[in-house]
């Protein structure tokens, strides 16, 4: 949703985060393969693109803006709340990448319902 203003290097680095973050559960459902594939697409990345391996490791470069760090964060709880459901070793990892970002906690708390009520809405809008 927010991925046309990052740059080269961040969308290597959401991908990365957005890899280990599908794999956090030890499950890979098909809703989130099927995200984790259309990030990919999205971010513009070849297959058989570079991806770092621990992206927890240069967090929070490259995301140099605040802007950057909040969309990363935005489109990390889409992707873990595919299956609408965020399992807890997931939402760990993302308030582990909210606390290197420097993101308060209570603009988690509020990024987190946010996208509740987004991907609720998106649902409504399918349904018509």
């Excluded at 513009?44 to 470069?61: E, F, H, T, W, Y």
């Excluded at 803006?65 to 595919?82: F, G, T």
Aim: charged fraction near 30%.
């Amino acid at each position: 949703m927010f991925l046309h203003a990052l740059s080269f290097e961040e969308r290597h680095a959401l991908m990365a985060l957005a890899t280990d973050l599908v794999h956090a559960d030890k499950v890979l459902e098909n809703e989130e393969e099927a995200r984790l594939v259309a990030l990919r697409r999205k971010l513009a990345l070849s297959a058989d693109a570079k991806i770092p391996v621990d992206p927890l490791s240069v967090v929070p470069l490259p995301f140099r803006s605040r802007q950057s760090r909040i969309k990363v964060l935005a489109e990390l709880l889409i992707l873990a709340n595919a299956d609408d459901h965020i399992d807890e070793r997931e939402l760990t990892m993302i308030r582990e990448t909210s606390r290197k970002f420097g993101i308060e906690d209570s603009v988690q708390v509020r990024l987190e319902a946010w996208v509740v009520q987004y991907q609720r809405l998106h649902r409504e809008v399918l349904d018509l």
